[in-house]
């Protein structure tokens, strides 16, 4: 599961270009989190991260609070969630896309006992796009705030000897149909994803 993702710093220029392209405006305040209290690096859950909705670009808290414990939900499985009453709602009305420079996962390489880290990317290109979606809830003092999701699907044959699940991956021009389009969110939910390289991390 996608539990860390990396934003080098040219992908948060391009990040800021799409900001600026989208003439955003207020889009680029929302839920009480301003786009420049958004992390770059290494990415972990609940930071605040720039996520792209139908109204531009958002800077939005990584992961919905769980309802039976403490703790957050930072992942959806894609294959369930529209089956599931905590994200029929936002999956059907408020999708977001998730850019980044690619996303971490661990697995073990040569039969060792400890984990290695890799980083994992779309060959040839520094964004890599992934699909989410947005809810809205309150913080212990009452104040609204808004949290996002990543999907994942399973694995295709590029992560698989690494981690058996992958975010669902979008191409730069689909951004804006992943956030518009129900018949495109319902085809990428079930589509394999595209092959990625991956890389020793530190």
């Known amino acids: 599961m996608c539990g860390r993702y990396l934003i080098e710093d040219e992908a948060y220029a391009d990040i800021l270009q799409i900001l600026h392209d ?84 661990w697995g073990r390489s040569g039969g060792g ?10 060959p040839g290109e520094h964004l890599l796009y992934m699909a989410g979606m947005v809810n809205t809830f309150r913080d212990a003092l009452g104040a609204e705030y808004n949290a996002f999701v990543i999907l994942t699907t399973s694995a295709n044959d590029s992560v698989s000897p690494i981690h058996d699940r992958m975010p669902v991956i979008l191409a730069a021009d689909e951004v804006d149909l992943w956030t518009r389009d129900d018949g495109f969110m319902e085809y990428a939910l079930h589509r394999t994803g595209p092959e990625l390289e991956p890389e020793a991390a530190g």
């Open 22 to 105: 989208l003439n955003a405006g207020s889009a680029s305040r929302n839920g009480g989190f301003s786009v420049d209290e958004a992390v770059r690096g290494e990415v972990f859950p609940t930071n605040i991260a720039p996520v792209i909705t139908d109204n531009g670009v958002a800077a939005v808290k990584w992961g919905f609070p769980h309802w039976k414990k403490s703790g957050v939900i930072i992942n959806a499985r894609a294959e369930t969630a529209l089956e599931k009453r905590s994200f029929q709602k936002p999956l059907r009305e408020r999708r977001c896309v998730v850019p980044s420079s690619g996303f971490y996962e």
């Open 113 to 122: 006992k400890l984990k290695d880290k890799f980083l994992l990317r779309r």
